[in-house]
């Protein structure tokens, strides 16, 4: 009992230390695009942000989730953006709503997060066949048929804070008409993201 | 620049205590000291990351603010016109402006810092995480004011003034506060991307003053300048002042012993 006493404060010490992580950097920052105000304005700032609009709906990230995901494994690294689906608002939103759009790509193999960084200034051909594009809708997997369209890493970043090194800043825009199903044209317009990709949501396995 | 500006001073010096030498009218000297205290737009700034307000959905705000403040000493004349009505004073002065950004939330939970984007290139980003940043700038000034005094010479009198000063920066220095002291060494790095001040500045204002003291005897003046107004020539300065309000305490000294009727 007496060790677990004398153990306390070191956990304690430890749960802050784990605690003090760069959290601020986490929180997502919605800055209204100027003309289209639905979405946020293009940044390069990790934001954790991004929208499009999806058949002229508003497809945006919220401040309540993760907005994006890094996944490697099976073959394959997932670039996902999770959000929600509607006419409205960043912050008020049915949960019902959400949504999420996967970019897949089968020739990309990064083994940690600062691997990132090769995607800089990189156009990706969503037609092209080491890619595919998925959505995510009321729980059901949709795999779409690109027609055209590209994803464009414009820039990324490795980002320092006080000389230490905190994660990868990736800042890009897509537009792409697609098939849902085979069946359903679809257009996605507009698109852009500026997003952290660091420890805590950087998935290898 | 300076230097001529400092001779014009001292130059209206001279010819202000030369005039008053020369004639009968009331002289009066003034030692004077005081503060202005500025109102500045909330600070946009390419260099520091947003942030939104979690308690104003409908604002994004930057959660940060500008002060800025400007603390004076210095010397002036004042010559009596008008059977005493009227007063028209001119001096130097020396200025401190301080101009600083820092956060506000005292009633969130937000952390007291902010990002400071202080160099990037093309794949790498640095940001310090920064809890203040301070201007300090020091000014020499020529005041020249106009007060108005409607009451008859009561040993403690009320008057009314309006004045002006033009100021020209001698030196600054900015300074930061890092959340972590391990930054310390980078601060001339971080510090060199923040706006330099104006190198000058007009400042304006009205006031109302109290006077202590017979005017034949040397006394105290209180003023209070309400509103004070800033022009800098610099659109990218590093606050943006809009209005303020200022306190002054001056010690005055009558240099002549009877008063003309």
Known sequence: ?205 | MKTKFILTGALILLLTGSIYGQDKKLKLLFLESGIDFISCEQPEKDYIRADVDPYYYDFVSDHIRSLLYNEYFGVKFEYRLVKNLLGVSGGMRYNRMVSSIGKTDYWTESPDFFYVNFWSDGTSTEYAKVLEINQKSDYIGIPVELRIYPYKDYPVNVYFKAGGSFNLLVRSQTNLVFQDETMNPYERNVASIIEKPSSYFASFHLGIGLKIGKLTKPGFILEASIPVGIATPDKATFVTPQGGVGVQFMVRIPLNKKIEK
């Open chain 1, 1 to 205: 009992m007496k060790k677990l006493i004398l153990f306390f404060p070191i956990i304690i010490v430890l749960i802050t230390a784990a605690c003090s992580e760069e959290t601020e950097l986490k929180k997502s920052v919605f800055i209204p695009d100027d003309v289209y105000s639905d979405l946020p304005a293009y940044t390069e700032w990790g934001y954790n942000t991004f929208g499009a609009y999806y058949d002229m709906v508003p497809f945006i990230s919220n401040e309540s989730g993760v907005p994006a995901k890094m996944i490697n494994t099976g073959g394959k690294t997932s670039f996902m953006l999770k959000g929600h689906m509607s006419q409205g608002y960043y912050y008020y939103y049915d949960y019902n709503d959400e949504a999420s759009l996967i970019f897949d790509f089968y020739s990309f193999d990064p083994q940690v997060y600062t691997d990132l960084i090769s995607l800089n200034d990189l156009t990706v051909d969503l037609t092209g066949s080491t890619c595919g594009v998925r959505v995510i809708r009321d729980t059901a997997n949709y795999d779409l048929d690109i027609l055209s369209g590209t994803l464009v890493f414009k820039r990324a970043q490795n980002l320092y804070v006080d000389k230490k090194l905190v994660e990868v800043i990736l800042s890009g825009t897509f537009e792409f008409q697609a098939l849902v199903d085979g069946d359903e044209p679809i257009s996605v317009t507009l698109g852009r993201f500026d997003v952290g990709i660091g420890y805590d949501n950087f998935f290898r396995y």
